[in-house]
Structure formats: C-alpha cells, structure tokens
C-alpha cells in the first residue's frame, strides 16, 4: 500500500482535469499586433529578417486591421517607415503623416479596434537616434517639446494609446501635459517604461529602417544587468500619467516584468520583440522546434510572468493557434 498522501498526477490525467486546473488561459484579448506602415498603395513588402511579417502601404494596413478583427485581435500598434526624414524627425507630427492616414481608414473600417502609435523619433530621424541630437547626444529636454507635438497629431488622427518608446526622462509626463493642454484627456499613454538596450531589435531595425548613423542607444535604453532601476522607471512614469506600462524585450526579461506586476495594478504589456520573433522561426525552419507549440508556450510565459498585454508578431499565427484548439 502506498504512502503517499499528493499525487499531483492526479490533476494530470486527462485533458479535461488539466483545464480544470489550468491556472491561466491564453486568450486572442491578450495581444497587440504591430504594423510598419509606408509609402505608396497596394505595397505589401516582406520583411527579410521577419519571416511573414510585411511594410504595408495605408491601404494594406487597413486589411490587416480586417483581418485582426476576423481573427478577434482588438488591439495593433503602428509605426511609421516615412521616405522623408529630417534631423528633428518632424514627419513624425505631421497631420498627414503615415500612421495619421492609416488611423483615420482603421478606424473607418474597423471602429471598435484599439490603436496605439508609437511615438518615437527614430523611424523618422536622418541620424536614427530617438530625438534631437547635439553634440553626439539625445537632448532630452528639447526632444520632450517634440514629442508633445507627436502626441497631439496621433490624438487628433484618433489614437486610443499613444506610445512614448523613447526612454528619455519625463516623456510620461510631457505627453500627458500636451495631450490635456490640447483636449485629448481621454487619451491613454501606453508608457515604453523599461525598455532595455537589447540585441534582440535588429529584424525592428530592418523593418522599421531605424538604424542610427552614430553611436549607440545605450546613454537612454537600460542596461540589461538592471533590475531595480526598473522598478524606479515604472514608479516615474505611473507618477507621471502612464495608464499603462511596458516591459521591452520580453522573453530575456521575464523577471523585470514580474517585478513591474508585484509593484503596480496598472496593466502591464510586454514586447515580444523581433529577435525573439525571428529566433523561433529560425529555429521552427530548421526543424529543431515544433513552431505552433513554442509560439503558444512563448506568449503564455510572458502572460504567466505577469503582463496582461503582450506586443507580438505572433498575434495572428496564436490567433489562429487558439481557435483550432
């Protein structure tokens, strides 16, 4: 006769028990779906390092927005891949500008979808650095009046999320005084509030055409070996008007977003960046991981870990993943 007492197997057997117990589900309200947008009509342009993710004209952009929604993705993030670029990246508030347009025919064609923009400089920038630049450096204070400029043309394109991604100091708070001070109160800052100087943006890098003639973006981006600083970036930007914060990368941060959970009730999203995007399929092309498994099991360690949201170019394939079963 046995002495054991658990049997933790027992909750194990059957596929039904193990739902019972399952502690958390993956569900398509999780996700946000990223889309570079550019110039011209009907471009639909692969992205080499990104394997089934595209540069899309407005109009493309619009039919992924469609297809999001047949799929039961609420939520995208755009970024804008310009052909005119300037020292100060001023396409970046430009009423007409690229992610304008393609808010303006989303939200036409699919009203109930969530928008984020990214408000970031460096898509826009000849030099691909995240704002001003003198002297060799970011200019942080003079960068911040520009991005109070971005925030108020997204807003006015009808924006749910703006989202500063530029690590500079106060950007929280900039946004949030230039949106109210213009009359969009109602609108959310999606705050980039620990985004690491990572390895893993390269593929971003390529789609996003970001990358900077100069230097580097270590002297505004966290060092990976930080943690607690973490913590310090998050408490800043919820004192400064977040409605959400934001872990970037995610799958090398795993800790610092349940460290962000532990000390917030603010939601809490993740970027499941393009490195760890382009790693798996890599990986899956080769045959030395099963791609539909580790897709499903990358974004439920991210949710497990604590964030609500998760940014991936996975959303569609999980999407599609999840509705089979």
């Given at each position: 006769?046995?002495?054991?007492?658990h049997?933790p197997?027992r909750l194990?057997?059957t596929e039904g028990?193990?739902?019972?117990?399952?502690?958390?589900v993956?569900?398509?309200?999780?996700?946000?779906?990223?889309?570079?947008?550019?110039?011209?009509?009907?471009?639909?342009?692969?992205?080499?390092?990104?394997?089934?993710?595209?540069?899309v004209?407005?109009?493309?952009a619009?039919a992924?927005?469609?297809?999001?929604?047949?799929?039961?993705?609420?939520?995208?993030?755009?970024?804008g891949?310009?052909?005119?670029k300037?020292?100060?990246?001023?396409?970046?508030w430009?009423?007409?500008?690229?992610?304008?347009q393609?808010?303006r025919?989303?939200?036409?064609?699919?009203?109930?979808?969530v928008?984020?923009?990214d408000?970031c400089?460096?898509?826009?920038?000849?030099?691909?650095?995240?704002?001003i630049?003198?002297?060799?450096?970011?200019?942080n204070?003079?960068?911040?009046?520009?991005?109070g400029r971005?925030?108020i043309?997204q807003a006015?394109?009808?924006a749910?999320?703006v989202?500063?991604?530029?690590?500079?100091d106060g950007?929280?708070?900039?946004?949030?005084?230039a949106l109210?001070g213009?009359?969009?109160?109602e609108?959310?800052?999606?705050?980039?509030?620990?985004?690491?100087?990572?390895?893993?943006y390269?593929p971003?890098?390529?789609?996003?055409g970001?990358?900077?003639?100069?230097?580097?973006?270590?002297g505004?981006?966290?060092?990976?070996?930080?943690?607690?600083?973490?913590l310090?970036?998050v408490a800043?930007?919820i004192?400064?008007?977040?409605?959400?914060?934001?872990?970037k990368?995610?799958?090398a941060?795993l800790?610092?977003?349940?460290?962000?959970r532990?000390?917030?009730?603010?939601?809490?999203a993740?970027?499941?960046?393009?490195?760890?995007?382009?790693?798996?399929?890599?990986?899956?092309?080769?045959?030395?991981?099963?791609?539909?498994?580790a897709?499903?099991?990358?974004?439920?360690?991210i949710r497990?870990?604590?964030?609500?949201?998760?940014?991936t170019y996975?959303?569609?394939?999980?999407?599609?993943?999840?509705?089979k079963?």
């Amino acid at each position: 006769m046995s002495l054991l007492v658990h049997r933790p197997r027992r909750l194990r057997r059957t596929e039904g028990l193990r739902a019972l117990s399952r502690e958390l589900v993956l569900s398509v309200d999780d996700f946000i779906f990223p889309i570079f947008v550019v110039p011209g009509h009907g471009v639909r342009r692969p992205i080499g390092s990104l394997p089934g993710q595209f540069q899309v004209s407005v109009d493309e952009a619009v039919a992924d927005a469609k297809e999001c929604e047949s799929l039961g993705i609420r939520a995208l993030i755009m970024f804008g891949v310009p052909d005119r670029k300037d020292d100060v990246g001023s396409e970046a508030w430009n009423d007409e500008g690229l992610v304008q347009q393609a808010t303006r025919a989303i939200r036409k064609a699919c009203p109930e979808m969530v928008i984020a923009l990214d408000a970031c400089f460096d898509e826009y920038t000849t030099h691909g650095h995240c704002g001003i630049v003198k002297n060799g450096d970011v200019d942080n204070d003079a960068t911040l009046a520009n991005l109070g400029r971005v925030a108020i043309s997204q807003a006015k394109a009808g924006a749910d999320l703006v989202a500063p991604s530029g690590m500079m100091d106060g950007f929280v708070g900039a946004v949030r005084t230039a949106l109210d001070g213009a009359g969009y109160g109602e609108t959310g800052i999606l705050a980039y509030s620990a985004k690491y100087a990572s390895c893993f943006y390269g593929p971003f890098r390529e789609a996003a055409g970001t990358a900077s003639d100069f230097g580097h973006r270590k002297g505004y981006q966290m060092d990976p070996a930080n943690a607690r600083e973490s913590l310090r970036e998050v408490a800043l930007d919820i004192a400064e008007g977040a409605d959400m914060v934001m872990v970037k990368p995610a799958l090398a941060y795993l800790d610092i977003i349940h460290r962000v959970r532990e000390v917030t009730s603010l939601p809490v999203a993740a970027y499941n960046v393009s490195g760890e995007y382009a790693m798996l399929k890599a990986a899956a092309e080769r045959g030395w991981i099963d791609h539909d498994r580790a897709v499903l099991e990358t974004l439920t360690s991210i949710r497990r870990a604590g964030a609500d949201i998760v940014l991936t170019y996975h959303a569609k394939e999980a999407a599609r993943l999840l509705r089979k079963g």
